[in-house]
């Protein structure tokens, strides 16, 4: 686990990040961190949890796959395309026929993917992070790829002026994730990523304010066998461990007393804008 670093995900100064490379040479990398969760309110409720994930440089993929990467193939840690988006076969091509159903035209750059790997063949992605790039390095968008544990996908779709790493981006929340949270008010998302670490922050605000602070951060490195091998034995079950988790801090929430909210229809459009 790395050292605690509480303020990260409470701060409202904004994150500062460094250019990650654009180049068709990218390598893959993984990270290794935390991921974690404040309740402000009916009670106070937090957690800490050791975490690792993935960083893809997708269109560098495509030029010159990683052979450390096993894709869509058995692995201890593997990243399969059909994971993501509408499911299909190259993941890449969704997300390029996404922006364009966006009108987002000039995202030439590198597209990166903050994702959880399958362990085992096992795998539940809670959240994925595509930062997509123009090809002078800045960001043309943002997707936050949501799932829950009913097998249903959304996706919040962040672009325009204000769109940078470290700025405070806003999406009108209409997914439903956990039953202890109704689907109202707003996200509040903010953004680092350098070659070394990289930082997601994920707020919830309902119409009394601030409800939730959460945050998955860590220092990346390479993706290599060795840090595999290492990451896959330091929490050799980390994917069903995210479902345990989820399920157990339920049951923490439930003898809380917080009130329960029954799960709505999902939303009829696939993404939010």
């Avoid at 903050?114 to 992070?129: A, D, I």
């Amino acid at each position: 686990m790395l050292p605690d670093r509480r303020a990260e995900h409470l701060q409202a100064a904004p994150l500062k990040s460094a250019p990650m490379p654009m180049s068709a040479t990218a390598r893959a990398l993984i990270g290794s961190g935390q991921v974690r969760h404040r309740r402000l309110r009916p009670t106070g409720h937090a957690f800490v949890y050791p975490t690792y994930f993935l960083m893809l440089p997708l269109r560098s993929l495509r030029q010159t796959p990683d052979l450390c990467l096993k894709r869509n193939a058995p692995g201890l840690l593997s990243f399969h395309d059909k994971d993501h988006g509408d499911g299909r076969a190259d993941a890449l091509a969704w997300i390029d026929a996404l922006l364009l159903a966006e009108g987002v035209t000039d995202a030439d750059g590198e597209t990166w993917l903050h994702t959880y790997p399958r362990v085992l063949g096992f795998v539940f992605k809670p959240v994925s992070f595509w930062y997509c790039h123009r090809s002078d390095g800045t960001l043309a968008a943002v997707v936050v790829e949501v799932n829950n544990t009913f097998g249903e996908r959304h996706c919040y779709f962040l672009a325009g002026p204000d769109l940078a790493f470290g700025h405070e981006l806003r999406a009108r929340k209409v997914f439903h994730v956990s039953p202890f949270c109704a689907v109202q008010g707003d996200y509040r998302f903010r953004f680092m990523v350098t070659p070394t670490r990289t930082v997601a922050r994920v707020d919830h605000d309902d119409a009394d304010g601030p409800l939730l602070q959460t945050s998955v951060s860590g220092a990346l490195e390479p993706l290599t066998r060795q840090a595999v091998r290492r990451l896959f034995w330091g929490v050799p079950w980390m994917t069903l461990g995210v479902l345990v988790h989820i399920h157990w801090q339920a049951l923490r929430l439930w003898a809380k007393r917080v009130p329960f909210f029954s799960k709505p229809e999902p939303p009829q459009a696939f993404t939010t804008r």
